[in-house]
């Protein structure tokens, strides 16, 4: 077979001649090469060896895409898991060891929202708020610890600078109230825990950790928004009691809350600050607003601020 490949076919004039005597011209030449070479040159070769070789080939060859096809799934395979492997042990390595009791209080963030949703009913709004004060009184514990025997008073000063602490007294006045609205300062503050504990939790790029490191980042300006919220809440608590939406003792409850917030939580000395300066540039200064609304709202907030320094 080999012989027959090499040999010059175009060069041999014997050959040629036979060719050239056929008639009509063939167009299966290959046929006529391989009759005349077993009949002028090599009596002992097979007219159909190119055909078996040719089966052999495809044969090998397919055998070989086969084997080929196999190889490279078994790369995939194994590079597969040699990839789930490493972001397994990368998860291991990179997931801090949390105490289950954060978790547990991050899990009861989380569904404090769908609570709060779907527990629409005074008397199951109750147990919401109920809830949240657990809440507060594990992150408390959490950050604070237990206090020991004869450092209550320390304890307790330290104790109010936290915003669960804060907290706690807040979601006393809401027991008098089933209005949604009131439930907003709360929300924000379990929503910046959740995203936190998301944040150390989470290893996929995906959405849900964006979000919750976009919430980590703002921070500080979510939970003065919470200030500012309480602030607002308390004006209309006032403004309630004289259209019968809200009562004294509510009114009372958050001033208090208010008013301890002043005096050991700097968030909330900006969110004041920040009010001041936008009820004086855009109600009290404006000139767009009558003279003796602008004196009004003047006397209004010097009350206000009044009653914040007098206690």
Not at 22 to 43: A, G, L, M, Q
Not at 140 to 150: A, M, N
């Amino acid at each position: 077979m080999e012989a027959y490949s090499k040999f010059d076919f175009e060069g041999n004039k014997e050959f040629q001649q036979y060719f050239s005597n056929i008639f009509p011209t063939p167009t299966n030449v290959e046929k006529y090469k391989r009759n005349w070479y077993k009949k002028c040159i090599d009596p002992n070769f097979d007219v159909n060896d190119k055909q078996q070789s040719q089966k052999q080939e495809e044969t090998k060859k397919q055998e070989q895409q086969q084997n080929q096809q196999q190889q490279q799934q078994q790369q995939q395979q194994q590079q597969q898991q040699q990839q789930q492997s490493q972001q397994k042990q990368n998860f291991q390595r990179q997931s801090p060891q949390l105490p289950i009791s954060y978790v547990i209080e991050g899990v009861l963030k989380v569904l404090y929202f769908p609570a709060l949703l779907f527990l629409q009913k005074p008397e199951l709004h109750k147990y919401v708020n109920l809830g949240s004060v657990i809440i507060c009184l594990m992150a408390l514990k959490r950050l604070k610890g237990i206090p020991k025997k004869g450092q209550y008073q320390e304890y307790f000063a330290q104790f109010l600078k936290y915003e669960f602490a804060t907290n706690i007294f807040y979601m006393i006045s809401l027991f008098a109230i089933d209005n949604f609205v009131f439930q907003l300062p709360i929300a924000l503050h379990f929503l910046v825990g959740a995203a936190e504990l998301w944040n150390q939790l989470g290893q996929d790029e995906g959405f849900t950790l964006r979000f919750a490191q976009y919430i980590v980042d703002n921070r500080d300006e979510i939970l003065i928004t919470k200030q500012k919220i309480e602030i607002y809440l308390f004006f209309y608590s006032v403004i309630g009691v004289f259209i019968r939406k809200t009562s004294i003792f509510l009114g009372i409850f958050i001033f208090q809350n208010i008013l301890l917030k002043t005096k050991c939580n700097e968030k909330m000395m900006i969110a004041q600050s920040s009010i001041r300066d936008w009820y004086k540039k855009n109600l009290v200064e404006n000139k767009k607003v009558p003279q003796f609304l602008q004196n009004l709202l003047a006397l209004v907030w010097k009350g206000y601020e009044k009653l914040i320094t007098i206690f």
